[in-house]
């Protein structure tokens, strides 16, 4: 069933003396229980792309639909409701001065204790960490953290914003991992903006590849990258071929 969609999406920014269109005419759509990747590099449109969905910026065209019904232009904490963001920098996402537990738990309104021990453990987390502020944390620690509370928050989509790009190898890997654990045992959509074609071929069904805020290719992972139709996606799986060695 179709959870998420949004039809001719435009955006354009002023920049000093001109206008630059961030996303031009982007439609997409997402099903329930689909991880979706939007990849390219710098300055592709994906992030702002990302923004409109989240309700953070307003698309100067175009519209927006959850479960069939317009949301384009409401608030964020309406869209709240069902659809949360994952930001790259994760401890900027927490108030520094509160301990993690009234963090979480100011998205979890009327949600059981038993459903953040489960949340928890299926991130590999300590409860005791709940105790502490976010500067106390490791980055994949925090990261990880700011998936249970968008999860706890019950909202069914989340949004991750480049939530690899800071962290290493070895704990992209744990993330990853964490993703692959939570969709066995919950009910949820994600989208995931990336620059990585190759981490998001381990996590994601279909991918939209942009560039200068265009889709230039879309359709289902393994397929996109086993036969790549348009030069720029081309480029992009060359070079993460080349980084892999």
Do not use: W
Request: with cysteine; proline share 2%.
């Amino acid at each position: 069933m179709e959870l998420l969609k949004g039809t001719e999406l435009t955006k354009a920014y002023r920049k000093k003396d001109r206008k630059v269109t961030a996303v031009d005419r982007v439609s997409f759509s997402l099903q329930e229980k689909e991880f979706l990747a939007i990849v390219g590099e710098s300055g592709s449109g994906k992030s702002s792309l990302l923004r409109l969905i989240a309700g953070l910026d307003r698309p100067d065209a175009g519209r927006l639909y959850y479960r069939g019904e317009d949301y384009t232009g409401k608030k964020c904490g309406d869209i709240g409701r069902f659809l949360q963001m994952v930001f790259q920098d994760a401890y900027s996402s927490f108030d520094p001065k509160m301990k993690m537990l009234d963090s979480v738990r100011e998205c979890g309104a009327g949600k059981s204790e038993e459903d953040l021990r489960e949340l928890l453990k299926s991130t590999g987390l300590d409860e005791a960490l709940l105790m502490k502020r976010p500067g106390e944390l490791s980055g994949g620690q925090c990261q990880r953290m700011s998936i249970v509370r968008a999860l706890y928050s019950g909202a069914q989509i989340l949004l991750c914003d480049e939530i690899t790009s800071a962290l290493d190898v070895s704990t992209q890997a744990q993330i990853v991992h964490v993703f692959q654990q939570l969709r066995e045992e919950r009910i949820f959509s994600a989208i995931f903006v990336s620059h990585d074609i190759a981490l998001m071929g381990e996590l994601c069904e279909r991918i939209m590849v942009m560039k200068d805020g265009v889709c230039v290719e879309e359709g289902m992972m393994q397929e996109v990258i086993a036969h790549p139709t348009h030069d720029y996606t081309k480029l992009l799986i060359e070079n993460a071929r080349k980084q892999s060695f």
